[in-house]
């Protein structure tokens, strides 16, 4: 099984930055794709960001120019560096990975609260 772990959110103004990143351990090897998902209050949990086991990366409409997820080469972690932050960025932002076995791994969220 893979066990996920995000950290870094946090309150901060428009404008302002934070990066998110997320521990994996278990059976990490399994795992096809990850992603950053978020989800606000009242509205549908959507895709921010999504990186393929061959390192391509496709950004939501919403954050394209200000997010960039990335993935350390031979370590356990992937990271989403958030710029430029929006109140509308306001979420929990949750870790996600795609296992070989069809299964979706989630992360327990972690919140981002952006003040105007």
């Known amino acids: 099984q893979v066990q996920l772990v995000e950290s870094g959110g946090g309150l901060v103004q428009t404008g302002g930055s934070l990066r998110l990143s997320c521990a994996a351990s278990?059976?990490?090897?399994?795992?096809?794709?990850m992603g950053w998902y978020r989800q606000a209050p009242g509205k549908q949990r959507e895709m921010v960001a999504v990186?393929?086991?061959?390192?391509?990366?496709n950004y939501g409409d919403s954050v394209k120019g200000r997010f960039t997820a990335s993935r350390e080469n031979g370590k356990n972690t992937m990271y989403l560096q958030m710029n430029g932050l929006k109140p509308e960025d306001t979420a929990v932002y949750y870790c996600n990975a795609f296992v070989a076995s069809g299964r979706l791994i989630w992360g327990q969220g972690t919140q981002v609260t952006v003040s105007s």
């Open positions: 990186i393929t086991s061959g390192g391509l990366t």
């Open positions: 278990g059976n990490i090897f399994t795992i096809n794709s």
